[in-house]
C-alpha cells in the first residue's frame, strides 16, 4: 500500500473546517487504534463527529491499519515531507504526539498499565512538548528530528503490539 501524503490529508482536514492538523488527526486515530484494536470502523464518528468521511480520510484509515498490522514495522507517522522547513515537520511531529496521547485518553487506562507501556507513554508525551522553535536548520538538527520520528514510531509500534490481544495457545475444537 503506499504512503499516505501530509499534504492531502492536510487539505482535506483544512476543507472540512475540522479545526485539526492532520499529523495531530493520524496520531488520534493511531493511538485510537492501538487501544480498539480495530474492533470498529465508526473512528471518524467516534474521534470527530463533525466530520465526513472522504476517499482521503477512509485510505488514511486504511493505510494506518494495514501498516499497523504489518509484520515488517511498514507504519509511518503522517508528517510533512522532508523537504519542508524543520521547524514545520518538528511542529507536526510534537502535534503528532498530542493527538496520539488524546487518543490514548479516549479509553480506560487500565489496559495502559505496566512499567514499559507507561515508560513509552512517558517518552510520547516528552516529545509532544518539543521545543521546535529552537531547532536550527542544520545536519545536527535534522538527525536529532530524524531519530525522535523514529523512537516515536517503534514506541507507537511497542504500544500497539503490547495492547493485542495475546493467543494463549489453547486451540478449541
Not at 492536510?10 to 492538523?21: F, I, M, N
Not at 474521534?47 to 498490522?69: C, G, H, R, S, V
Not at 498499565?113 to 507507561?118: A, S
Not at 545536519?139 to 536529532?144: L, M
Request: proline share 2%.
Amino acid at each position: 500500500m503506499s504512503k499516505m501524503k501530509y499534504n492531502d490529508v492536510a487539505k482535506d482536514v483544512d476543507e472540512q473546517r475540522l479545526g485539526q492538523d492532520a499529523a495531530h488527526l493520524h496520531g488520534l486515530l493511531t493511538a485510537w487504534m492501538c487501544v480498539t484494536q480495530n474492533k470498529s470502523d465508526d473512528w471518524l464518528t467516534a474521534l470527530l463527529p463533525n466530520a465526513k468521511m472522504t476517499p482521503t480520510l477512509q485510505a488514511l484509515y486504511d493505510t494506518t491499519k494495514l501498516e499497523l498490522k504489518s509484520d515488517d514495522f511498514a507504519f509511518h507517522l503522517l508528517l510533512p515531507d522532508e523537504a519542508d522547513a524543520i521547524e514545520k515537520r518538528a511542529q507536526a511531529l510534537a502535534v503528532w504526539c498530542q493527538g496520539f496521547l488524546e487518543g490514548l485518553a479516549y479509553v480506560q487506562t487500565d489496559c495502559l498499565k505496566g512499567r514499559e507501556l507507561e515508560e513509552a507513554i512517558r517518552d510520547i508525551s516528552q516529545i509532544a512538548e518539543l521545543d521546535y522553535e529552537s531547532l536550527q536548520d542544520d545536519n545536527d538538527s535534522e538527525e536529532a528530528l530524524t531519530e525522535l520520528e523514529e523512537f516515536v514510531r517503534i514506541a507507537v509500534l511497542f504500544i500497539e503490539t503490547e495492547l493485542r490481544p495475546k493467543n494463549t495457545g489453547v486451540v478449541h475444537h
